[in-house]
């Protein structure tokens, strides 16, 4: 038995969604900027996909761009607020994606903005009122906070974070590359002035996601060349991608509610049978409380096991694919386990589901887990 527990780093493709994309790699091969019919049709399958998204998210197509992933419309998102909107002071909590933070450091090391971050406490939880006077005391600013974390799972309240950006008068950017496929997203109420999102993450394709960008807010060309996307993002287009993210999305969003109870079963066995059989266990963040985080993330603090070595080598060796922290920051110590003071001594173990695992595969896990540890005991 092989089993795949590491479902925030990526997805398997949903079969479906292969279905729809291989007629792009084999019959439907033109350039969609080509004015022929090979052109032409594959250019209509773009658009089509376009306007899928936008349909589901109850936005309109002009405000949906097409990216190589979450990392791309992330930056993008940045260094738009930054170039064509006069930005110079951005609002961030501790705990985003390396590609909103990075691409934060490096501008505040050109002395391109000030950075400020939001107040947090033990739990990761967002003090709203903190981000409220940061507002209140700077001139216009960009305020970047996660939907959810791809660590510990922590859900943020992002309908009221928009409203304070609006009673502020402040851009606001999501990255919502961890929720997109999982939670219904109405891009009509939520006040919002970029989105990410990535479509591995909802058992899409890898290397495409998009970026939601507001009508009437400007995005700056991050790539020169040829004319597509408006003339936003120069290349060819990565077609089988994009066929492959708008259906990927339409399945999900076909599937969310069956799925949602399906997956927060599982997390909650996994929970419970942590506690029974190893004890010495808590959760990280806001992680097993089920309306404050991810149903697909579990952080779990274990025991240090000492003498075992590694423990991501030993679930690797059992077949069982988790990860420490996030994938990205494999072997250095997570920073948003560092940001809300974690034990680091401990053993963290990110568990993360999806509809394709099954009850056993919990029970499976917790056994030789639970092995482990009773062998270091003995
Ligand atoms: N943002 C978050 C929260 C993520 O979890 C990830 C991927 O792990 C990204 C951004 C980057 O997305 P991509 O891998 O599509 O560039």
Known sequence: MRIYLDNAATTQLDNEVFKAITPYLLEYYGNPSSHHEHGREVKQAIEGARATIADLLNASPNEIV??????????????SSVRCHQIKHVITTPFEHHAVLHTLEVLKNNGEVKLSFINTDSHGNLDINH??????????????????????????????????????????????????????????????????ASAHKFH??????????RDGVQLSQLLHGGSQERKLRAGTENIYGIIGLAKALEVAYRDI????????????????????????????????????????????????????????????QNNISVSGGSACSTGTASHVLKA?????????????????????EIDYTVEKLSALYKAIAA
Do not use: W
């Open 66 to 79: 097409f990216t190589s992933g979450g990392t791309e419309a992330d930056n993008t998102a940045i260094l």
């Open 340 to 360: 809300i003071g974690a034990n680091l001594s401990r053993n963290t173990v990110r568990f993360s589901f999806s509809k394709f695992n099954t009850a056993e």
């Open 131 to 196: 981000l409220d006077a940061l507002l209140r005391s700077s001139s216009r600013s960009l305020v970047s906070v996660m939907h959810a974390n791809n660590e510990i799972g922590n859900l943020n309240n992002i309908d009221l974070i928009g409203q304070v950006c609006k009673s502020r008068g402040a851009l606001f950017h999501s990255d919502t590359v961890q929720t997109m496929g999982h939670y219904r997203h109405d891009l009509s109420k939520l006040y919002t002035h970029f989105i990410a």
């Open 204 to 213: 899409g394709p890898k290397g495409v996601g998009f970026i939601y960008c």
């Open 257 to 316: 509610d069956e799925h949602q109870v399906y997956i927060q079963k599982l997390k909650n066995r996994m929970i419970a049978k942590l506690q029974e059989q190893i004890g010495d266990v808590y959760f990280n963040g806001n992680s097993a409380i089920a309306d404050k985080s991810l149903y697909t993330v579990l952080s779990a603090s274990l025991p240090d096991n000492h003498v075992a070595g590694d423990l991501l080598t030993y679930f690797d």
